[in-house]
């Protein structure tokens, strides 16, 4: 049981190129996020999902894109990065209800 | 608007003595209240929770207080032991928002031996 896994650990990109972060969870968990977590300041909440196929817009999703196309997975896109974008990102996931969110160990990203 | 504020970046504590963490809030909507740790490279790790119909919830060393007037609550660790420096944080959540979290800034919590 790995609980929420994230790949890759690190990653460093080039100003306006692209990537895909991928969280996987195998609790069979309905609610997955994206957060990023800057210096000095609580996680803030990207996007959210409520289940495979859904996907919502969180306290500061603009750059970002997500998918869920599978109940174990979420995906967060960069499309264009941009240095404001160096952060790390945790992804969690949840069962229903009023329940403890389950994080993977972040990935850490820079933009140049 | 910070919903949720934790107005202490730092603490450092004595082995063995009692540790406190304060957090505050404004929405007087929020039902469910959590406590998470976090060390270096790592990410949050649940450590405990508290509904509002409740003013205290224990789990071994740790209590949660909550003061619903003052819309506070308090992390005590009793006693603190060198494994609990980390950052510590406070998060809120309310049913009508699905329980999604809203965090505070963390408190980095230093036990000096």
Known sequence: NAGVTQTPKFRVLKTGQSM???????MNHEYMYWYRQDPGMGLRLIHYSVGEGTTAKGEVPDGYNVSRLKKQNFLLGLESAA???TSVYFCA????GP???YFGPGTRLTVL | DQQ???????????EGRISILNCDYTNSMFDYFLWYKKYPAEGPTFLISISSIKDKNEDGRFTVFLNKSAKHLSLHIVP???GDSAVYFCAASEAYSNYQLIWGAGTKLIIKP
């Open chain 2, 4 to 14: 949720v504020k934790q107005n202490s970046p730092s603490l450092s504590v004595q």
């Open chain 1, 20 to 26: 895909t972060l991928l969280c996987a969870q195998d």
């Open chain 1, 99 to 101: 329940d403890t969110q």
């Open chain 1, 93 to 96: 996931s949840r069962s229903r």
């Open chain 1, 83 to 85: 240095p404001s974008q």
């Open chain 2, 80 to 82: 603190s032991q060198p």
